[in-house]
């Protein structure tokens, strides 16, 4: 069984992803509709090195199946009938990804294990 295979397997959460946002021309920001991903959540603190070279706590170590964008955000879990969605922020206990790693695996272009850190 092959490692994306086997992350799928284990990968029985759901959560919330919104990709990172993007401006609006006038000084605010914009969210991606929100889709459900599977992952495997890890709720573990750990001290990470963020995009900027800063030490940082991070909150969960999330697996993945897909890419998913630096600066997005997680939440998880599914979405719920009558919640607004629009906005991450507005959504308790949803958290940046401050950073990503995507490991190929040895001889092979196309599989990867792909870890957030939120």
Not at 48 to 60: L, Y
Request: with cysteine.
């Amino acid at each position: 069984m092959g490692v994306e295979k086997f992350i799928k397997k284990i990968s029985v959460q759901k959560a919330v992803y919104w990709g990172a946002p993007k401006s609006d021309g006038y000084g605010g920001y914009t969210f991606s509709e929100p889709v459900e991903i599977d992952c495997r959540w890890e709720g573990v603190t750990e001290l990470i090195t963020n995009k900027n070279g800063k030490e940082v706590v991070s909150n969960a170590k999330v697996l993945v199946t897909l890419d998913l964008d630096k600066g997005g955000y997680l939440h998880l879990g599914t979405m719920e009938e009558g919640v607004d969605y629009s906005n991450p922020k507005d959504i308790e206990e949803t958290y940046v990804i401050q950073k990503i790693e995507k490991i190929p695996m040895i001889r092979s272009a196309t599989e990867f294990v792909r870890i957030v850190y939120l």
